[in-house]
């Protein structure tokens, strides 16, 4: 195992995209999700616990906390999506159970929610099934199952507050409720939400649901019913709308359409409940006295952050989940770009009149990628960028955020000089120099490289090192002034690293090379080159002698001696980021999967380290800080987490020497001197404060004694108001005693009335019965004898008529008697009631009394100290009134002068925001272009220095050709003053050539036109010709009568008949007409065939001139030969002239030698002149060729107009 390892100490950030990512766990602790771990966090005291996520997960995309507070559940996104439930009752949050789909495949559960006794889970998984599961989770038991919708998404689950089988669940078109029943989860809702976008709800109560949607509407259902129904605009909603018309109306384009404001988060609570209302917005409703609405009370926003360029940016968070305290004091915000915010309850309804604002939970975090990461050594400071455009300084030992700036540009790169005062940062336009002020990030000077990726201060802080590509430039940091560029690398430059005294820089690059640079002379020393791996990031040893670097290949490098010592493959997840504490003991790298692999050294020759999951994403940078205490990690998700380092036992590593940490800060001279400036006038403003208090508590002594006068009047006529009441009361009460008693007195006599009435009748009826019976006696004495079965029927019939009248008013006796008694037991009661209310006014009344009296005793007695302060400063006050009315005066003017300003500049200002804005645009572009002309650059510096590879080549192979070429070069100029020659022949040939085309094309036409003609006249002779013959032989005929006069007449007449017609006669008249005509027609119908003629003129010449350009090129391999001949008979008379020389040679020989020399010479005299005739007979052959094809190629000869004498002249009679 590794000798060194590292804990979880802090972290900073909030991880986005996860449902229900802030929870309450107590009154001041919150939960919430942060890189791969849940986070509970203490907002009072500020320390963080750690829940860590299950290792090698993919993404957390979901959390529920029960309704007793003490389990939490995670869902975590895979192969085989799970939902992890801990148990927050033990400190480190023990995990519980491990819940699956079983052999359903599920890749994600989108949203969980535990029922009221904690006892199920429900969860529902992603698409394309959409099933919603209903565990025991507990037991590990799937309930039932059921699909909740086809398309998606589920934006939310819950269940009944008061019924652990109901369940809801809302989404895109879905608001369903489901029952729990018969080992089955069915539909019990008839809800049609088809075309709403239900993205939050929350149960008020057992039976009525509050339902949020895209689109901004609030509906309340109760029973299956619609009950009520609101849209949800805030006011900053219309303000921003209001904004964009105004915009819009000035820059004469059309208007955007307005943003509806989406309820993304519900919580309710015990008077009523919160909702997001649009970017930035909380809104507060409460319960209405009627039954189913409620009443917009409170509208609470995210403030605009100060310390950006556009502030009003952070109004426009949209709200993504809300939570509350159990004792509903506390409303916590978390936003989607990664911010946590609070507001307590009784402050924001205490803010009647003002904007209730929320504030952050903990810190401002970054929202983007971090990029870049740096420590100093005099201070406990950590740096950060990222691509969020913001700059961040935290402190590690207090956890807390220093100072943090957002710029307009993307920030890549930053670090922190040893001192802790200076911080160079490298954005996309420029790298920049900054004071760390007391409470301002501020630019100190600007460096024109553009995309600097990586940035470092030398250990003692007086030089720095930043990346421009492939180049590296070093800086000095006091003058500013460029020192040395280092140039060799092929590629981008991905990491540098100064060593312990600043005399070499080491850098690495994806072009697969290590460089060592000499920091003085820039030369590099060392390399090693491995072209098949492209380096991401280096370390060095304390010692500087050996390098740990790590790329795309999967595997940790130790290089020494600038030779590759030992290499250590990561298995399946390549390294990002690689750091080295400064004793030399341990090795940190970062991972593309989130996690920090602890390895001792010197490396071990297995694969031997300890792996930690802190990030969600690849991890960007990592640092060390100076005492070796803390290890620092930075990740694309946006989160910095500290990290303790420990030894095996537990504690922290040991210190060499005590680190004291400076405590100095920077301030300008204008910022001190602006504040000692406000100071003073604060001085000043306390003692007009003073003055003007002593004046305000006279005048309030005066108001108090006016007040204590009125107040002492109205107590009094309330006291004798109290009295005159309790007197009437008295009189009520002695009237209602008098009543009750005449009412008791009055029932008495009724009743004494009715008892009386009774006996009466009830003797008057024995009377008469009496009398009766006296008479019945006597008529049964009279009638005895006949009647004495029937006296005693009668008897018996009278003895029992007897007995029911005495029971039937007896009976009647008794339930008087029964009314009487609850009679006068109810008027004692009401006697009693009287007597009881009687005596409790009376002490209400007594106590209340006192109390007024009591307080208004007070009161008096401090208004009567009150007032005697304040008549001592009255007389100060008044003597600073009329000073003070004057100034008041002054200052109205001042303020009229500086309103008629401020709307001037207004105006200006609005001028301006439109040219920024304009500018701003062109800006971006000019960004775009820049960097596309950069890659170019880059991709043309590669390009330069592989053509310079290849120039050293080629110029060895030129000084080499060279050589060969200069006796090469005299042949070539003898060759060229031939070709002149033969181009200034070859230009008299064309001339001549043009010239002759000419007259051939003149001459083609002449010939074209007098062949149409001749072809017109010949057959119009040879039609004369043929009339001629048959007039002849009718001629003849005729001459036949010559002797008969009258048929000599006859025929001739038949014969001016036959041959003369009236359309000829007419022809004569109109024939000059026609001929005009004809000839016009003629004539254009030339001019259009002469344009044609001349296009084929030109095309052939095209022609022409290559075939001139090949009988050129005969010509001159002819004239080779001729003067290769010349050169034979040269030669041949030279060798003549030898012969002729030699003694010994007689007139004979030389006869025959030069008879011989003659025929050689004649013979090459025939041969050039057969050449020539051949090469004339060519070209004549060539010239008729042509002539042939332009006749061809002609069209048909105009009409020429007829003779007149084709005609016969007219016949006189």
Request: glycine share 4%; hydrophobic share 35%; aromatic share 6%.
């Amino acid at each position: 195992m590794a000798a060194v390892a590292v804990q979880s100490h802090f972290i900073f950030g909030v991880r986005t995209g996860v449902t229900n990512n802030l929870l309450f766990f107590d009154e001041q602790t919150v939960i919430f999700p942060c890189g791969n771990n849940c986070v509970r966090y203490n907002i009072d005291q500020g320390c963080q616990k750690f829940i860590p996520g299950t290792e090698r997960s993919r993404a957390m995309q979901a959390l529920a906390i029960s309704a007793n507070r003490r389990y939490l559940a995670v869902s975590e996104r895979g192969d085989k999506a799970t939902i992890t439930v801990y148990d927050l009752q033990y400190e480190q949050s023990r995990k519980r159970k491990v819940l699956t789909g079983g052999e359903v495949p599920v890749h994600e559960f989108v949203c969980m929610a535990f029922s009221p006794d904690s006892k199920y889970l429900i969860g529902q998984a992603g698409g394309p099934e959409w099933t919603l599961f209903y565990w025991v989770w507990e037991k590990h038991k799937v309930m039932a199952t059921v699909k909740t919708t086809n398309t998606g998404p589920i934006s939310q689950v819950s269940f009944n507050p008061q019924d652990n089988t109901q369940i809801c669940v809302s989404g895109n078109g879905v608001f369903k409720l489901f029952h729990y029943a018969e080992g089955a989860l069915k539909q019990s809702s008839l809800i049609k939400l088809d075309t709403q976008n239900v993205l939050s709800h929350a149960w008020m109560s057992e039976e009525r649901l509050i339902a949020g949607t895209a689109a901004g509407r609030l509906l309340v259902f109760e029973s299956d019913d619609l009950r009520w129904e609101t849209s949800v605009t805030s006011k900053a909603s219309t303000q921003e709308a209001e904004k964009q018309a105004k915009k819009s109306r000035s820059e004469e384009t059309p208007p955007e359409p307005a943003l509806l404001p989406r309820i993304t988060a519900i919580v309710a609570y015990s008077k009523g409940f919160a909702c997001s209302a649009g970017p930035g917005t909380v809104c507060l409703f409460e319960k209405t006295e009627e039954k189913d609405s409620y009443r917009k009370t409170r509208e609470i926003r995210i403030p605009a952050d100060l310390c950006t360029n556009e502030p009003g940016q952070a109004e426009q968070q949209e709200v993504s989940t809300l939570c509350l305290n159990p004792s509903e004091e506390t409303l916590a915000a978390s936003t989607n770009r990664g911010q946590l915010y609070h507001i307590s309850l009784f402050t924001a309804e205490m803010s009647k009149g003002e904007q209730a604002q929320f504030e952050f939970l903990s810190h401002s975090f970054h929202s983007g990628v971090i990029t870049g990461l740096s420590v100093c050594i005099r201070k406990p400071l950590i740096a950060t960028c990222s691509l969020d455009n913001s700059v961040r300084i935290w402190n590690f030992e207090t956890n807390a955020l220093e100072l943090y700036k957002e710029f307009q540009e993307e920030s890549y790169s930053v670090a922190l000089h040893p001192s802790g005062l200076f911080l160079l940062v490298g954005f996309s336009d420029k790298m920049r120099l900054m004071n760390l002020l007391i409470d301002d990030i501020r630019t100190v000077k600007e460096f024109t490289v553009r995309g600097c990726r990586e940035c470092a201060f030398s250990q003692g802080g007086h030089m720095f090192a930043a990346v421009n590509g492939n180049v590296i430039h070093i800086y000095s940091a006091t003058t500013f002034d460029n020192i040395l560029n280092l140039k060799g690398h092929n590629r981008k430059v991905r990491s540098i690293a100064w060593n312990a005294d600043d005399s070499r820089v080491v850098s690495c690059g994806l072009d697969g090379a290590v460089y060592e640079w000499n920091a003085l002379s820039g030369k590099r020393e060392s390399e090693s080159v491995l072209k098949s791996c492209g380096y991401i990031a280096v370390a060095l040893s304390p010692d500087s002698k050996t390098a740990f670097v790590v790329g795309n290949d999967c595997t940790l490098k130790e290089i020494q001696d600038w030779q590759i010592l030992r290499e250590m493959a990561s298995n399946d997840a390549p390294y990002t980021a690689v750091a080295m504490t400064h004793s030399g003991r341990a090795l940190f790298t970062g991972t593309a999967i989130g996690t920090v692999r602890a390895i001792k050294y010197p490396l071990p020759l297995k694969k031997d380290w300890i792996e930690y999951q802190g990030h969600s994403a690849p991890i960007t940078k990592m640092a060390i800080t100076f005492d070796d205490q803390y290890l620092l990690s930075a990740s694309e998700d946006g989160c910095l987490l500290i990290w303790k380092i420990i030894d095996k036992e537990g504690r922290g590593l040991k210190r060499d020497k005590e680190i004291i940490y400076a405590e100095e800060i920077l301030i300008t001279k204008s910022d001190l001197e602006e504040k000692n400036h406000f100071m003073l006038e604060l001085k000043t403003r306390v003692k007009e404060l003073k003055v003007e208090n002593e004046y305000q508590l006279r005048v309030k002594d005066m108001n108090y004694n006016e007040k204590i006068k009125e107040l002492s009047e109205k107590f009094i006529q309330q006291i004798e108001s109290l009295k005159t009441k309790n007197q009437m009361l008295k009189t009520e009460k002695e009237k209602q005693e008098v009543s009750h008693q005449e009412a008791l007195n009055e029932v008495m006599e009724k009743h004494s009335k009715e008892l009386q009435d009774l006996e009466s009748t009830n003797n008057q009826k024995l009377m008469l019965e009496y009398e009766k019976h006296q008479e019945l006696q006597l008529k049964s004495q009279r009638m005895q004898e006949s009647y004495e079965e029937k006296l005693q029927e009668l008897e018996v019939a009278r003895h029992r008529a007897l007995e029911d009248m005495q029971q039937l008013y007896e009976a009647k006796l008794q339930e008087k008697e029964q009314v009487l008694g609850q009679c006068q037991d109810k008027s004692w009661q009401q006697v009693r009631e009287f007597e009881e209310m009687k005596k409790q006014m009376e002490e209400d009344g007594d106590l209340e009394l006192q109390d007024i009296s009591i307080h208004y005793e007070r009161e008096l007695h401090e208004k009567k100290e009150a007032n005697l302060r304040l008549k001592g400063e009255k007389g100060l006050m008044e003597n600073k009134l009329s000073s003070l009315q004057e100034e008041m005066s002054k200052r109205n003017q001042e303020i009229k002068k500086l309103k008629v300003d401020q709307q001037k500049l207004q105006a200006v200002i609005k001028s301006l925001e439109k040219d920024i804005m304009a500018l701003k645009r062109e800006i971006q572009e000019r960004d775009e272009t820049i960097q596309d002309k950069e890659k170019r650059i880059y991709d043309l510096k590669n390009k330069n220095q592989e053509l310079e590879k290849f120039k050293f080549v080629l110029d060895y192979k030129i000084k080499d050709l060279k050589t060969q070429i200069e006796p090469r070069e005299n042949e070539i100029k003898e060759m060229k003053e031939q070709i002149q020659e033969m181009e200034g022949e070859l230009e008299q040939f064309n001339k001549k050539n043009t010239k002759l085309e000419l007259t051939i094309t003149e001459l083609k036409l002449k010939l074209k036109a007098s062949d149409k003609e001749m072809h017109k006249k010949m057959q119009r002779v040879t039609d004369i010709e043929a009339l001629v013959c048959r007039f002849k032989t009718d001629l003849h005929n005729c001459v036949g009568f010559i002797q008969e006069p009258k048929k000599l007449k006859d025929s001739i007449r038949e014969l001016y008949e036959r041959y003369v017609q009236q359309s000829d006669v007419v022809e004569i008249v109109g024939l000059d007409a026609d001929i005009q005509q004809e000839f016009s027609r003629q004539r254009e119908h030339l001019d259009r065939t002469v344009a044609s003629l001349k296009r084929k003129l030109v095309k052939d010449a095209e022609v022409h001139r290559g075939r001139h350009v090949k009988i050129m090129k005969e010509n001159v391999w002819l004239i080779k030969e001729i003067n290769e001949l010349r050169k034979e008979l040269h030669l041949a008379r030279a060798h003549a002239h030898n012969i002729e020389t030699q003694a010994g040679i007689g007139r004979r020989s030389k006869s025959e030698s030069s008879t011989h020399l003659k025929s050689t010479a004649e013979g090459a005299a025939t041969r050039l002149n057969l050449e020539a005739e051949r090469i004339i007979q060519l070209q004549r052959a060539e010239i008729r060729s042509l002539q042939h094809m332009l006749h061809s190629q002609g069209q048909a000869p105009p009409l020429t107009a007829p003779s007149p004498g084709t005609k016969l002249p007219t016949l006189t009679m």
